[in-house]
């Protein structure tokens, strides 16, 4: 494979996992935890989060792509002298990269809660008490305000990936 041709096949990956990657958060954001359709809290809750680790797993894989053909691409390309361009462009692929962590570390305990919560009320086949049902509002509101802010770095990725070359 020439080179050209590698250079191809690797903006080609990242670009299109880059945009799944990036598109699926502004969907669930846009979206919201759709529970249409479920008779009972955990059932609705669960549903939630089966939602939310198929969406974590097409990300995961997407995620991945991009930071590999991104990172392959920036060693053969931008590991000379750096333009203003190239720092935008490393900047932008910085933020890309922490959204992970960030929606990790503010939404995953929240998610794991209220699996947990739903697991209890579907075993005890009953629904929440007014106590546990503000304790799942918490939990859902700390699991989109994660969602959001990893959607509002991935916004900024974007943005820094789509204009760096003009700088
Ligand atoms: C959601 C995340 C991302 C999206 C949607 C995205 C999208 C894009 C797009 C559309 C371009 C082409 C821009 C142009 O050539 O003018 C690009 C270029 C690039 N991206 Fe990303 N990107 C993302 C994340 C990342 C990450 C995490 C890295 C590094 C780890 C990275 C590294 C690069 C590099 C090095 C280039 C320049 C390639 C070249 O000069 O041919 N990107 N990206």
Redesign the pocket.
């Known amino acids: 494979m020439t080179t050209v041709t590698l ?1 191809i096949v690797l ?1 080609a990956v ?2 299109l996992a ?2 799944v ?2 598109g699926a958060m502004f969907t669930l954001v846009a979206t919201g935890p759709l529970v249409a359709g479920k008779t009972s809290a955990a059932d609705a809750i669960l549903a939630v989060r089966a939602k939310q680790k198929r969406i974590a797993m097409v990300t995961g894989i997407a995620a991945l792509l ?2 590999a053909a ?2 392959a ?2 060693g053969m ?2 590991s000379g002298p750096q333009s203003t361009g190239d720092h935008i ?1 490393g900047v ?2 910085l933020i ?2 922490l959204s992970f962590p960030v929606a990790g570390i503010i939404g995953g305990p929240a998610n794991r809660k209220l699996g947990r919560l739903a697991l209890l009320l579907q075993s005890e086949k009953r629904e929440p008490s007014a106590g546990e049902a503000r304790v799942v509002d918490a939990l859902m509101a700390r699991s989109t305000l994660a969602t959001k802010i990893a959607a509002a770095l ?1 916004a900024i ?2 943005l820094g ?2 204009t ?2 003009y700088f």
């Open positions: 250079i903006r990242h670009v880059g945009v990657w990036a991009t930071v991104g990172m691409l920036y390309l931008h462009l932008a692929a890309a990269i991935l990725a974007v990936m789509a760096w070359r």
